[in-house]
């Protein structure tokens, strides 16, 4: 049972653009964490926001939590080549014993 | 993530062979996670271990695979009589307690071909 939705599925837009990636889910998350995956390597966190209503910007990017704690957002402000990649969001089970992982946002930054 | 080390990166089997899969947490790290990926796509959950004891399998089919986390040495997913639809990335991840917001470390997986 897949309980995080991610969209867009797949994103190709042009250098200097901005873009948003949204992560749903019907359930509630004691937090929600970001990672990014590269070809061939295991993903890397990006961020974790823990509080409904959370805003976390990590230079370019801006995450945020949904007050529910059921959805998040990750927002790109100016793509750059270097943001290509899988992007991903997980969340954590209030039960605290497993991570589930979105459908993914593959994302492709043209020069 | 270069700490979660996995082995093999590419495991070649035939159907109906076994697959073994390694994997060593970061020093530190008990609490050890497996996923399974296929292209394009999410990370599907499949069990969680600690030293020497499963917490959670719940993702993980019942019959053919088997994991387990010893209290010395990696941890190890194994798949016997594997067949075509086993074919995808195997990640683990470790993290050094439970549900407190911890990231997840993870390695650089195990891409398994049944052939």
């Known amino acids: 049972t897949q309980l995080l939705e991610q969209s867009p599925q797949f994103l190709s837009i042009q250098e200097g653009e901005n873009l948003t990636v949204y992560c749903n889910s019907s359930?509630?998350?004691?937090?929600l964490q970001w990672y990014r995956q590269e070809p061939g390597e295991g993903p890397v966190l990006l961020v974790t926001v823990v509080t409904g209503g959370e805003v976390k910007k990590l230079k370019r990017l801006t995450f945020q939590f949904g007050d529910a704690r059921k959805d998040s957002s990750l927002h790109i402000t100016a793509a750059q080549p270097g943001d290509t990649g899988l992007y991903l969001c997980a969340g954590l089970t209030l039960t605290g014993n497993q991570f589930y992982f979105g459908t993914g946002t593959s994302l492709t930054v043209i020069p | 993530n270069a700490g979660v080390m996995q082995n093999p990166r590419h495991l070649v089997r035939r159907r109906g062979q076994e697959a073994r899969l390694r994997c060593s947490p970061m020093?530190?790290?008990?609490?050890v996670y497996w996923y399974r990926q296929l292209p394009e796509e999410g990370l599907k959950f499949m069990v969680y271990?600690?030293?020497?004891?499963?917490?959670?399998e719940s993702g993980m089919p019942k019959e053919r695979f088997s994991a387990e986390f010893p209290k010395e040495g990696p941890s190890i997913l194994r798949i016997q009589q594997v067949v075509r639809g086993d074919s995808a990335a195997y990640f683990c991840?470790?993290?050094?307690?439970?549900?407190?917001?911890?990231?997840?470390?993870f390695g650089n997986g195990t891409r398994l071909t049944v052939t």
């Open positions: 359930s509630v998350f004691s937090s």
């Open positions: 991840a470790s993290s050094p307690r439970q549900g407190d917001n911890s990231p997840l470390h």
């Open positions: 271990l600690q030293k020497e004891n499963i917490i959670d």
């Open positions: 020093k530190g790290h008990s609490h």
